[in-house]
């Protein structure tokens, strides 16, 4: 081993030690609150008769901070669209076969069985994110993961890109257009009463928010998969 | 918290800890894959003890995105820079610290 690798090892060790003082200051002079602060409570008492969703934090997600969520679903949007522009100037035009490691069989047929129940639980995770823990972007995260499943048992496999195209503006501009109809029927923009609130804690309840949140389930779904299918297709330059 | 879940805890804290020395490549094999692997695994315990703090979303969201899409990502990368190695022959950096 070099010494200039040693410095480099020494000065990451060392910074992360700082990192971990820090934290550990942080920790030792925790004190957990013994009742809700003003905010909290406000969400805690008035979400469900307000929104009707049963889970508490995707109606602070969909609703009360509908514009933060708007903003973080354009961040994933661009980066995913960066990622594709940077990858698109080395995609080769010519597919010459790859001599690739065989995939082993049972990546295969795991692949196979495992992949749909993936999906399936994003889809499940995403239109029930006003009852369960989860929501759109754990829903769509888990969704790409089965797409990275499928990529990773067939490596030459690929996917449609005009799909994927379609299926993330779809859905991009069919939320936009729902926060545009809270602003005219409801109290404002992204607002989720613009549908009856229903009955605290079946499906089809807390207004527009399982509608908002399959599409940006299906919106972060399209776009990390779109990202794994660029870095896949341009894997050697 | 009741002692057995502070023990599990303590157990999860010292297990990323060891990840995390292998991730940044202190302890044991040097390869760059078993680095990528050792990252991954820190995520996937960092998810269980969200979980332990009662805070499920954010599990789920460290466990997919942290342990699962980050970690490949890091193999795609690497598998690119590994074939742009290979085709500058003249290239004779650390790649084999």
């Known amino acids: 081993m070099t010494g200039k690798s040693m410095i480099k090892r020494f000065l990451a060790l060392l ?3 700082g990192i971990g003082a820090m934290f550990a200051s942080l920790l030792l002079a925790y004190v957990p609150d013994t009742d809700l602060n003003f905010t ?23 609703t009360y901070r509908g514009l933060d969520t708007l903003g ?28 690739l490691v065989p995939v082993g069989e049972l990546l295969t047929t795991a692949s196979q069985h495992l992949a749909p129940v993936i999906m399936l ?17 754990q829903g769509g995260a888990i969704i790409a993961s089965g797409m990275l499943l499928l990529l990773l048992s067939d490596p030459l496999k690929r996917f449609s890109h005009t799909l994927i195209a379609t299926v993330e503006s779809f859905s991009g501009i069919a939320y936009i257009a729902l926060g545009l109809i809270g602003l005219v029927l409801a109290g404002g923009f992204l607002d989720s009463r613009i549908l009856p ?10 207004g527009a928010i399982p509608l908002i949140y399959s599409l940006i389930g299906l919106k972060v779904g399209a776009e990390f998969s779109s990202m794994l299918t660029s870095l896949s297709e341009t894997e050697d330059l | 918290m009741s002692g057995l879940m502070t023990a599990m805890t303590a157990v999860l804290c010292i297990a990323m800890l060891v990840a995390a020395l292998v991730a940044i490549r202190v302890l044991g ?6 680095a990528i692997l050792a990252a991954g695994l820190v995520s996937l315990l960092a998810s269980v003890l969200f979980l332990i703090l ?14 699962g899409l980050t970690t490949f990502l890091f193999f795609f990368v690497l598998a690119r820079i590994r074939s742009w190695e290979k085709g500058e022959s003249e290239y004779d950096g650390e790649k084999h610290d």
């Open chain 2, 29 to 34: 094999d040097k390869s760059l894959p078993i």
């Open chain 1, 197 to 206: 609130n229903g009955i605290l804690g079946e499906l089809i309840s807390a």
């Open chain 1, 15 to 17: 910074l992360l030690a």
């Open chain 2, 54 to 67: 009662a805070s499920p979303d954010v599990a789920m969201t460290e466990a997919a995105i942290g342990g």
């Open chain 1, 40 to 62: 909290a409570r406000y969400y805690a008492e008035n979400t469900a008769s307000d929104i009707g969703a049963a889970n508490i934090v995707t109606a602070i997600i969909v």
């Open chain 1, 72 to 99: 973080e679903v354009t961040v994933l949007f661009l980066a995913s669209g960066i990622v594709g522009l940077v990858l698109s100037f080395g995609r080769k035009r010519d597919s010459t076969p790859r001599n």
């Open chain 1, 121 to 137: 639980l994003g889809v499940y995770v995403f239109v029930n994110g006003h009852l369960t823990p989860g929501g759109g972007f």
